[in-house]
């Protein structure tokens, strides 16, 4: 199978069986979308949703939370993984959100990286979700699979090299559900540690599974 039609036999798949996904985080402003991002970063998206109602209660918009310390938030987000760290990345956050950007979101990767605490992934998850434009963002999920299904070489050895990768690959049209694909699959069928092989749906074109079952 060459690289072409791996990629159309996957796409073709995830266009017919998940036309209509996103992320599975809850909000209902650009805001409160980069905040839960942010704090997904070694977290569940199940935790977050258990923490965000309250925070988004107390802090609807990045004016109320710039007006916040991070000791007020912490009591907030204290469940999620390092909460220290994003307890002041948050308030920094929208600190800057209301200094530079009127207390809105900026659209543009190069000013959403420059938020506190707010890195590529993060900043490729608003620019498809929100935004909607043709971003691929990389996480720990979309990287792991896009290796174990042959979809990059191993030379991508980054994240940014895999989105690289993905980029050149999948329909501009495609890419901000395929990332949603990819995660997905990732964290209910392809997981990390044991993976379910016995039901994947590419178990029959996938280079890891068949080197996995001919040990």
Not at 15 to 36: D, G, I, Y
Not at 179 to 184: D, G, K, N
Request: hydrophobic share 40%; aromatic share 8%; net charge positive.
């Amino acid at each position: 199978m060459t690289k072409k039609e791996r990629y159309a036999y996957i796409l073709d798949y995830f266009r017919e069986h998940m036309p209509v996904v996103t992320t599975e985080l809850e909000f209902s402003s650009a805001f409160q979308l980069l905040c839960a991002t942010l704090l997904s970063a070694q977290c569940t998206d199940k935790r977050i949703n258990q923490v965000t109602p309250a925070l988004f209660a107390r802090y609807p918009s990045a004016k109320e939370m710039a007006q916040a310390e991070p000791e007020e938030v912490f009591e907030y987000v204290k469940s999620v993984s390092y909460p220290n760290a994003k307890s002041k990345h948050l308030v920094e956050m929208a600190r800057m959100l209301v200094s530079d950007f009127g207390g809105e979101v900026p659209s543009d990767l190069d000013d959403l990286v420059k938020l506190p605490g707010v890195g590529r992934k993060t900043a490729n998850v608003m620019q498809a979700v929100w935004f909607g434009r043709a971003a691929m963002a990389v996480d720990t999920h979309v990287f792991r699979v896009s290796h174990r299904l042959g979809l990059v070489p191993a030379s991508a050895n980054t994240p940014l090299k895999v989105e690289q990768h993905l980029m050149r690959n999948i329909p501009a049209n495609d890419i901000p559900d395929a990332h949603h694909w990819l995660l997905l699959h990732g964290r209910y069928v392809c997981t990390s540690r044991k993976p379910h092989c016995e039901k994947c749906q590419f178990a029959g074109i996938c280079p890891t599974g068949k080197a996995r079952s001919e040990k």
